[in-house]
């Protein structure tokens, strides 16, 4: 919970905090409305940033490009993988430019 959450709530201006999904949603619609990727990558993409924000063990095996390891890995298959096309290497730069990891520990 940033500090602007916690005012904006003890000023009515804000019902609830969101939760860590609706906060993972928001950063897929941010980066669809900075890359705007074809529809048929969306899904394939939104996982991929989902599980790369929430999971060191996604993060690792992008760093060290030991893709083999997405064989069995069940947040990202290789089919998955596979399935990003040009975004593999976009979804985690977007990451490290826009995104607080800590936020979502």
Excluded: C, H, Q, W
Excluded at 43 to 67: C, F, G, H, V, W
């Amino acid at each position: 919970i940033t500090l602007k959450e916690f005012i904006e709530k003890i000023f009515g201006g804000i019902n609830k905090f969101k939760s860590k999904d609706e906060l993972l949603e928001d950063e897929f619609e941010k980066f669809v409305t900075i890359y705007k990727p074809e529809s048929k990558y969306a899904l394939p993409i939104k996982n991929y940033l989902k599980a790369y924000i929430t999971d060191s063990e996604i993060r690792d095996i992008i760093e060290t490009k030991e893709y083999s390891r997405f064989a069995t890995n069940p947040k990202v298959t290789m089919k998955d993988f596979r399935e990003l096309n040009g975004y593999r290497e976009v979804v985690p730069e977007y990451v490290k430019d826009y995104v607080s990891i800590n936020a979502f520990m």
